[in-house]
């Protein structure tokens, strides 16, 4: 079965910084998506980035980049030049490719972004 | 050009009294999901649709039903609310072939008294 493990519950940091938010998995499949979802308080779930674990190119969407290791299993997500509406529920999901459409989420990493 | 609605946003409901939230979609979707979650705690996925096709997870309880009349609506019955079943709802759809990417509403508050 597949397992998807954010190891930091909770992490800060000031405005402006870069932040690293890590994510390992377990699978036996060679063929999966990775994503990450953003859940900002009080609101609804949005996708970040998506990384199709045949290409070995890391996705990058603006500020936000994934350091995909696919021999290790590990999708960290990094934020660059972090801002105020960073602040939400961050969610690491892998997702089978063709299979059964489901995805599995991660336990989740609360960022707080400071002024 | 709201893709995923959620109605109510907020559900009150008695325990022991049915409830029923509704979830429809714009984006004309083949799949579509509902999520329960609870504070703090990631979206645990109760079944999912694919087209008419439904797929209930081993762990949903039976008192957790849900239909499906047409594509672009989707509702979950909760037939006897427990305390434990207060939580937010999500919906959530996804077209398949395309980029596999979930598309989720706002959520559906429900308090049991």
């Known amino acids: 079965a597949q397992t998807v493990t954010q190891s930091q519950p909770e992490m800060s940091v000031q405005e402006a910084e870069t932040v690293t938010l890590s994510c390992t998995y377990d699978t036996s499949e060679s063929n999966y998506y990775l994503f990450w979802y953003k859940q900002p308080p009080s609101r609804q779930m949005i996708l970040v980035i998506r990384?199709?674990?045949?290409?070995?190119q890391n996705a990058t969407e603006n500020r936000f980049s994934v350091n995909f290791q696919k021999a290790a299993k590990s999708f960290s997500l990094k934020i660059s030049d972090s801002q105020l509406g960073d602040t939400a529920m961050y969610f690491c999901?892998?997702?089978?490719?063709?299979?059964?459409?489901?995805?599995?989420f991660g336990k989740g990493t609360r960022l707080h972004i400071l002024p | 050009d709201a893709m995923v609605i959620q109605n109510p946003r907020y559900q009150v409901t008695q325990f022991g009294k049915p409830v029923t939230l509704s979830c429809s979609q714009t984006l004309n979707h083949n799949v579509m999901y509902w999520y329960q979650q609870k504070s703090s705690q990631a979206p645990k996925l109760l079944f999912h649709?694919?087209?008419?096709?439904?797929?209930n997870e081993a762990d949903t309880p039976d008192n957790f039903q849900s239909r499906r009349p047409n594509t672009s609506f989707c509702f979950l019955d909760i037939r006897s609310p427990g305390l434990g079943d207060a939580a937010m709802y999500l919906c959530?759809?996804?077209?398949?072939?395309?980029?596999?990417?979930?598309?989720f509403g706002p959520g559906t508050r429900l308090t049991v008294l």
């Open positions: 990384q199709e674990a045949y290409k070995q």
């Open positions: 999901a892998f997702m089978m490719l063709n299979r059964d459409d489901k995805i599995i």
């Open positions: 959530a759809t996804m077209g398949t072939g395309s980029s596999n990417e979930q598309f």
């Open positions: 649709y694919y087209d008419k096709d439904f797929n």
